[in-house]
């Protein structure tokens, strides 16, 4: 990993219509050959932050603040064509549920090559060769018949697995995976990390990597930023956040995770102290920011 920022997010704040804040002047870097975790609670802004870097945030939502470099294109400096065909060829998805994220009506042999072909224009005959390849790379044992099927005739896991081959298909130098295990078993969630971590490490992909789950973050990547109401509050080295965390809200975060080490004990919530000095400093913030007028 090495020379300039894969991605780099500078001071990046988003609002709602009626002018509530989602992202708090957000700045963060993922080099090239990096995973980057985003770690928090539900509506941390984890996948908002992800949806920003794609390009496909909810109408509701307006930037109104900072800028995202891909790559050393500024985004926000580009036209909207121009820019969604640099999203298309360079940067990559993995949803976080594979059954809601495949078209049902459609069999996966097209929905994979479709990219491919309409927006990078590749030729169909070499757009199915490459799928049946990664198909046989994600460890799906018939490909030809997989490329066939409906999304309703693979098991949770196959399905995201097709998702992981789809993502790496076209070699993109970023991919955001939102939550890609959230909504597997223990047993397949851990084959599909595994997998997801071979293949960003042969092709040294960079990951930006959305989670609420921190055994997740410490088993695959390599920093990480913690964030609260849009906010991050603490980033580190993995190993680093893991062995000495600063914030009291990180530190609070890992007492509160389960350990299987420990199956019967209590689940410990986020003290009250801890959230009422994380709202202190959301407050302070948001009293220190205005809106850039334009």
Not at 52 to 75: N, Q
Not at 142 to 158: F, I, K, N, Q, T
Not at 252 to 267: I, N
Request: positive net charge; glycine residues 8%; contains cysteine.
């Amino acid at each position: 990993m090495s020379g300039s920022p894969c991605l780099d997010i500078a001071c990046l704040s988003a609002t709602l219509a009626n002018g509530t804040r989602v992202l708090r002047s957000v700045s963060l870097t993922v080099a090239p050959g990096e995973v980057r975790a985003l770690v928090g609670e539900s509506g941390a802004g984890k996948s908002m932050i992800g949806k920003a870097v794609l390009g496909v945030l909810p109408p509701s939502v307006h930037i109104v603040e900072g800028r995202i470099t891909l790559e050393g294109t500024e985004l926000s400096a580009m036209q909207p064509k121009p820019r969604r065909a640099l999203i298309g060829a360079r940067t990559a998805l993995i949803p976080q549920d594979p059954l809601t994220a495949l078209n049902p009506s459609r069999r996966i042999g097209p929905q994979m090559t479709d990219r491919l072909v309409k927006i990078l224009g590749w030729e169909t005959v070499r757009a199915e060769t490459r799928i049946r390849q990664l198909l046989d790379e994600v460890q799906i044992r018939d490909p030809g018949r997989v490329v066939r099927a409906y999304p309703h005739e693979l098991s949770g896991g196959m399905r995201q697995r097709v998702l992981i081959a789809a993502a790496f298909a076209a070699e993109p130098r970023l991919i955001v995976a939102d939550e890609p295990t959230t909504a597997l078993d223990v047993t397949v969630q851990k084959q599909i990390l595994k997998l997801l971590a071979e293949m960003q490490r042969d092709r040294g992909t960079a990951i930006l990597f959305v989670t609420h789950d921190l055994g997740v973050v410490a088993k695959i990547s390599q920093k990480v930023s913690v964030l609260y109401a849009g906010k991050i509050v603490e980033e580190a080295d993995t190993a680093a956040l893991f062995a000495t965390p600063r914030h009291a809200y990180t530190r609070a975060l890992m007492a509160a995770t389960p350990r299987y080490t420990d199956p019967f004990a209590s689940l410990k919530p986020v003290d009250d102290a801890v959230l009422a000095g994380l709202a202190a400093e959301i407050a302070e913030a948001d009293r220190s920011w205005r809106a850039p007028r334009g």
